[in-house]
């Protein structure tokens, strides 16, 4: 090892005196320095020996190593290393290295028909409010782009790469276009003004929370369908599922509930539900059922939620949200946005609410107001909106598609009697009856109508009419008082034995959205007599299905349906009646099946759904803020402010007190209490 000056001899001969040891010491201190000399040009001659073999090594090099290669053997054969030449060889040939990716075709700039077409179509969510419809829109986009259709600017793909949309819709090649130039300035979009960044991380198992707005025993579509809609989503143990419904203080529940029925607390009702679920689907339920406090309001028949209804699902469990009545449940929501709590939320129309509006006083101008903040709702809230039927109001982010089923209960009674019929037996011994809550607007008006008018034409028909409600009163004594052959009875569940035997299901409601009993009374194997309008366009792929368009029309069909027997169902039938079919409907047409599969990084807040990894198609947004996601933004931070205040929320129809939940609530569901939870400031 080489010694750095340091004198290493003894010590004796360090102390020797007089001249001569001093000349003695300055020619050891001579050969010291030269022995030092020697070993480091050993270990650098050894260390060049090591490059020499890699450098030579038989492997494709580079031209920087090349040229030190060729530098080093220039100054092997002397004692001294040329380091000049190689340092020369290392600074051309880092020069000569370029680490800017490989030049691509250059994208042209935008021009000004292009930005104004993308103003416009960014625009669509300001036009919807104005009540402009979106194909105008669509025309004036179509118009601006159609001037550059054949220009290279809107293929910046080289002619080899399939482009990243097949069809020739202009404003996906706008789109495609705006991402290509954005990119091409190497601008990421990291969010907008109005998003909140901190979102449910995905694990290894997904939550989906159903938040309706009402539960048993009100049997209503928004208590019964959600509930199975838990049963059949948890049934395939790939997501957890929670079901959040309303509680009921005790005096809310004597006025809503059938026979009285009142709950001492939560779990005595969730007790219920689950008993009267399993005993109709036929196997043990594996979902959790959550309660949120809720208000009855007596003069609309519905329950409004009472404080913010999305802090009823903890942030572990806030991944996928499935609103039933997204407008009814966010009417006077004044809480944290569901699109900034969840990364994918489905909302499920199930009410044509502007129908029943405008038969109440002053209605076609509620039914506007209620228009634009259904739109709103709609916007804000929802990242995808299903519509049960065309019946019900055309929302923004919204497609049609029925995701119901009917209870498997009534599925085996039509396999029954499809049975007892190829045996020989006679299983319809009676005729046309009626099935409905007892109220004007659930076609009673429109069955008093048809009834009145073509009496003779109908007088030897009977017609049995099973309900109970508010107008009971008011429609027998319309019936009495023009003497039409109808009998009354109360009201019944549908299953029941004694409906079994009848023939013929009449419904004349054009304010359904998408009638249960009559989704039932096709799976039993019944003719039904229905009205020919978009509540019941599902219906109309089903043989024993008969629609009518006027009233001359509705006798000839009652004739028919009492004149011959109904077909049985098919396998395919009976298959698109049921839960599994509508479960599979729901997971494609609401992308929930896309969302499951995909990553937490892949599916948030797109309005478009989410991606699998590993595509290779350009993100049309994912560089470009989205003025749609703006707007949506900006509604939801308006509506949050107007709902904020109670003297605005009475002013629009809202329950007093229901800002926040009440003292009871608190009591009932284990909550902080009201001035806890909410305090107030400054008094």
Known sequence: MASYGVDTRPAAAAAGGGGAGAGAAGEGA???????????????????????????????????????????????????????????????????????????????????????????????????????????????????????????????????????????????????????????????????????????????????????????????????????????????????VTLVVPWLCKSDQELVYPNSMTFSSPQEQEAYMRSWLEERVGFKTDFKISFYPGKFQKERRSIIPAGDTSQFIPSKEADIAILEEPEHLNWYHHGKRWTDKFNHVVGVVHTNYLEYIKREKNGVIQAFFVKHINNLVARAYCHKVLRLSGATQDLPKSMICNVHGVNPKFLEVGERIAAERESGQHSFSKGAYFLGKMVWAKGYRELIDLYAKHKSDLEGIKLDIYGNGEDSHEVQSAAMKLNLNLNFHKGRDHADDSLHGYKVFINPSISDVLCTATAEALAMGKFVVCADHPSNDFFRSFPNCLTYKTSEDFVAKVKEAMARDPQPLTPEQRYNLSWEAATQRFMEHSELDKVLSSSNRDCTTSTSGCGKSGDNKMEKSASLPNMSDMVDGGLAFAHYCFTGNELLRLSTGAIPGTLNYNKQHSLDLHLLPPQVQNPVYGW
């Open 30 to 240: 001579l050969s010291f320095l030269s022995r030092g000399l020697r070993e480091d040009l050993r270990l650098i001659r050894a260390r060049a020996g090591e490059l020499e073999t890699f450098l030579t090594a038989p492997v494709p090099e580079p031209e920087l190593l090349a040229r030190l290669r060729r530098a080093y053997s220039s100054s092997a054969g002397t004692t001294r290393l040329d380091l000049s030449a190689i340092g020369k060889a290392f600074g051309t040939g880092v020069k000569s290295m370029s680490f800017v990716p490989e030049a691509s075709e250059e994208v042209p700039p935008l021009d000004l028909g292009e930005l104004l077409a993308y103003f416009l179509k960014q625009s669509g969510p300001l036009f919807d409010q104005l009540g402009i419809k979106r194909d105008v829109c669509d025309k004036l986009v179509e118009s601006l782009c159609s001037k550059r259709k054949d220009h290279l600017a809107y293929n910046s793909f080289p002619a080899s790469e399939p482009s990243a949309f097949s069809n020739d819709n202009a404003g996906d090649e706008l789109d495609l276009r705006i991402a290509s130039v954005v990119q091409s300035t190497g601008h990421n979009y990291e969010g907008g003004f109005w998003n909140d960044g901190h979102k449910y991380e995905t694990a290894d198992k997904r939550h989906v929370a159903i938040v309706t707005t009402a539960s048993l025993p009100w049997m209503t579509g928004t208590a019964v369908n959600p509930l199975f809609r838990a049963a059949y989503l948890a049934k395939s143990s790939k997501q957890d």
